[in-house]
C-alpha cells in the first residue's frame, strides 16, 4: 500500500529538548516535504527536498532542520524546541516534484511546554 | 504576507445543492493550482488541480475553475453530498522565479453538507 508513515502521531515535550520525527515513503517518490498546520494559517511550507542530498527552505524554516540522505526517508528535527512550535504537523511526497499529486502522512500533533 | 488566500472560514450547504469554495492569489508566478481535501485526524489528500493554461478541470462532481485576470480560482462540488463534509485547502506552486519548489496553502475552507 503506498504511504507516508510519520512518527511519532503525537509528543509533548519540554523547551530546549532536541527532538526528531521521521518521515518514510515507500513510492520511490524524489520529492518530499514538511508543513506545519496552525489555526487561521492553514498549511505552512518549512522545508523540502527535491532529492537525496538537496533540501531548501520553505517559508517558516526557522527553529528546524532537515536531511535527506536517503530518498524514502526526510526527518524533521527540532534541535531546541520552543512553545511556538506547539502544532500538527504534516510530511508529505509527491513524484516529479510539486505539480503532480502529493501524498500526506496522518501528521503529528507535537506540543512544547 | 499570505500569497494564497480562502477568506471564507467556514460554508454550509445543503445536501445536493452546489458548493463554490473561493481561492484567491497574488503571486502573478504560480502557474499550478492545487485543492486537497482534509478530514479530521487525517492527513490532507489531493483531489483536483489545473494548470495556468487552462480554464477549467473537470472530475466527476469536482470542477475547478482559474480566472488568472482575477487571479482567482474556484471549486465546484455538485451534487453536494454529507460525506464531503471536511477542511479544504487550496495551494499553488510555481515552476520559477522565487517560489520555486515551494507549495503554498491557503488557511482552508470548512465544508459542512447537510443531509
Known amino acids: 500500500e503506498a504511504q507516508v508513515t510519520q512518527n511519532p502521531r503525537y509528543l509533548i515535550t519540554v523547551t530546549g529538548k532536541k527532538l526528531t520525527v521521521t518521515c518514510s515513503q515507500n513510492?520511490?517518490?524524489?520529492?518530499m516535504s514538511w508543513y506545519r498546520q496552525d489555526p487561521g494559517l492553514g498549511l505552512r511550507q518549512i522545508y523540502y527536498?527535491?532529492?537525496?542530498?538537496?533540501?531548501d527552505k520553505g517559508d517558516v524554516p526557522e527553529g528546524y532542520k532537515v536531511s535527506r540522505k536517503e530518498k524514502r526517508n526526510f526527518p524533521l528535527i527540532l534541535e531546541s524546541p520552543s512553545p511556538n512550535q506547539t502544532s500538527l504537523y504534516f510530511c508529505?511526497?509527491?513524484?516529479?516534484?510539486?505539480?503532480?499529486?502529493?501524498?500526506f502522512g496522518q501528521g503529528t500533533r507535537l506540543t512544547v511546554v | 504576507d499570505q500569497q494564497v488566500k480562502q477568506n471564507s472560514p467556514s460554508l454550509s450547504v445543503q445536501e445536493g445543492r452546489i458548493s463554490i469554495l473561493n481561492c484567491d492569489y497574488t503571486?502573478?508566478?504560480?502557474?499550478?493550482f492545487l485543492w486537497y481535501k482534509k478530514y479530521p485526524a487525517e492527513g490532507p489528500t489531493f483531489l483536483i488541480s489545473i494548470s495556468s493554461i487552462k480554464d477549467k478541470n473537470e472530475d466527476g462532481r469536482f470542477t475547478v475553475f482559474l480566472n488568472k485576470s482575477a487571479k482567482h480560482l474556484s471549486l465546484h462540488i455538485v451534487p453536494s453530498q454529507p460525506g464531503d463534509s471536511a477542511v479544504y485547502f487550496c495551494?499553488?506552486?510555481?515552476?520559477?522565479?522565487?517560489?520555486?519548489?515551494?507549495?503554498?496553502f491557503g488557511q482552508g475552507t470548512i465544508l459542512t453538507v447537510h443531509p
Open positions: 508529505a511526497s509527491s513524484d516529479r516534484g510539486l505539480n503532480t499529486e502529493a501524498f
Open positions: 503571486n502573478s508566478m504560480f502557474d499550478y
Open positions: 527536498s527535491m532529492n537525496v542530498e538537496v533540501t
Open positions: 513510492m520511490n517518490h524524489e520529492y
Open positions: 495551494a499553488a506552486s510555481a515552476v520559477a522565479g522565487t517560489s520555486y519548489g515551494k507549495l503554498t
